[in-house]
């Protein structure tokens, strides 16, 4: 039978597979009728419900408040007409409203929701509008497939549009607002790549004050560096002769051998503008974005009239090229490769040299003639270099009876890295005793302690070969 008093409900789903009938309460509690129980209805109807036997009537128009008082936030997200509103609460849930249960709204309105019924919110609680940024991937007839920093997601939109694939967009909660810029501007894109790249690998020439007369324990790669050098300033003289400069040189040799200091030596001594990259800081998880600043940082370099570019860790760039290696990776070495071969007509050159301590690791084709030409290896220091080295890097403030030979005597396997900090550990031990001086005791404890670590690292090289 009908009921003539009873409960307001919503439906919210029709399952005709089981002659139910799901329904949110006015109290917000849901629960399920059976279809026989009353007449057919559609998700949106507002029902009277009885509580003594679940019989229900589609609610008279009387029955709906004129205003809601109290109630949830929400945002319309469907108004056709003829159609139920559907909305998005500010909890984050979706539902449906009856249009008979408040005022005539269009998409976008924010609505006081109570229950079955609803009403325009006072201007007062209206959140404001979430404004977001995004990249558009595709466009169709009636809808923009969109990615933003932490989701792609198709949003709607009506008829024809201003923007196109790639373009950065204006999001609001009801979808694209507006085109910003037609190309896909992001965080790390402002300023400008090129910008980006000047900014962030290019070493101020002030600051690269290494000279080869300032290196000891190097002169044979200093002697071979002299040579690339004079074929550096000589370029025009090549040319002319059907040859073309020197593309890249491979510093190849352990940790702390002085690899990076003679790199930028050799910018300095070439006066040539300087760029340091550490291999994983060209990574990014960005689709062909490493690429595109790859390229950019040897646009730049080679539009100079002379550019050292330095790979630091080359081999975590230019990892060998197999089916079992990321797609990405494959990707940056061939664009690497591609770089490195550069005929396009420009002011310069660069040279580009990379240091790697596992030069095995590298792809093969980087190492052949018109990449990197040259290889230039480094060694552990001898007792002679050892010793021209802490005699270049000794402390002013260091008493005549330190013999600096017996110190070289004592630090076989030590790279130059070590030796420099034999002294910073000697004037810890010297300071912490009331020390100004550096005296034969003080380097003598500084290798007591730094001698374990350094045979600690042997071994584990050893256990890599």
């Known amino acids: 039978m009908s009921p003539s008093a009873g409960a307001l409900a919503t439906v919210v789903l029709v399952d005709d597979d089981s002659d139910l009938l799901w329904v949110r309460f006015a109290n917000g509690n849901a629960g399920f009728l059976e279809s026989d129980d009353g007449p057919a209805v559609d998700v949106g109807c507002v029902l009277l419900v009885s509580l003594d036997d679940g019989s229900f009537v589609e609610a008279p128009l009387e029955v709906f408040p004129k205003e809601a008082q109290t109630g949830s936030i929400a945002t319309v997200l469907l108004a056709d007409e003829g159609v139920d509103l559907w909305v998005r609460y500010a909890g984050g849930g979706y539902g449906p409203l009856h249009p008979n249960g408040g005022p005539e709204v269009s998409v976008g309105s924010v609505v006081l929701v109570s229950g079955t019924t609803f009403t325009v ?3 007062g609680l209206v959140p404001p ?5 995004g ?10 497939l969109v990615e933003t920093d932490h989701a792609i997601a198709w949003l709607p939109h009506d008829g024809e549009v201003d923007w196109k694939e790639w373009s950065t967009v204006e999001l609001s909660d009801n979808g694209v607002v507006k085109e910003i810029d037609e190309r896909p501007l992001r965080f790390r894109d402002n300023p400008p790549a090129a910008t980006v790249v000047h900014s962030r690998f290019r070493v101020d ?12 324990g190097l002169d044979s790669q200093i002697t071979e560096l002299r040579q690339i050098i004079a074929m550096m300033q000589n370029a025009e003289a090549l040319e002319k002769n059907g040859m073309r400069p020197i593309r890249g040189i491979l510093l190849a040799g352990e940790s702390g051998t002085g690899k990076t200091m003679l790199a930028r030596a050799l910018a300095n001594e070439a006066d040539a503008a300087y760029f340091h990259v550490r291999g994983p800081e060209i990574a990014s998880k960005w689709v062909n974005e490493s690429e595109e600043m790859l390229r950019a940082l040897m646009d730049e370099a080679d539009g100079l009239e002379r550019a050292i570019v330095f790979f630091d860790e080359i081999d975590s760039l230019g990892t060998v090229r197999s089916s079992e290696a990321h797609e990405m990776s ?5 664009q690497f490769l591609a770089l490195l071969d550069g005929f396009d007509d420009k002011p310069g050159r660069a040279l580009v040299v990379g240091a790697t301590n596992r030069p095995e690791a590298l792809d093969p084709t980087m190492l052949r003639s018109g990449r990197f030409d040259r290889r230039i290896n480094f060694e552990l220091p001898d007792v002679d270099a050892r010793q021209a080295i802490l005699g270049a890097t000794r402390p002013n403030d260091m008493s005549d009876e330190v013999d600096v030979y017996r110190l070289a005597v004592l630090t076989e396997n030590w790279c130059s890295a070590d030796l420099r900090a034999l002294w910073t550990r000697a004037f810890q031990f010297a300071q912490s005793e009331g020390r100004k001086v550096l005296l ?12 374990p670590q350094v045979q600690a690292r042997r071994a584990q090289i050893q256990r890599m070969m």
Do not use: W
């Open 330 to 334: 494959n990707k940056l070495v061939t």
């Open 440 to 451: 034969e005791l003080d380097c003598e404890v500084a290798v007591e302690q730094l001698a």
């Open 135 to 144: 990249v558009v991937r595709r466009v169709e007839d009636a809808r923009s």
């Open 121 to 123: 919110a006072p201007e």
């Open 129 to 133: 509008p979430r404004i977001g940024i």
């Open 205 to 216: 020439p002030n600051n690269v004050t290494e000279r080869f007369g300032d290196i000891e």
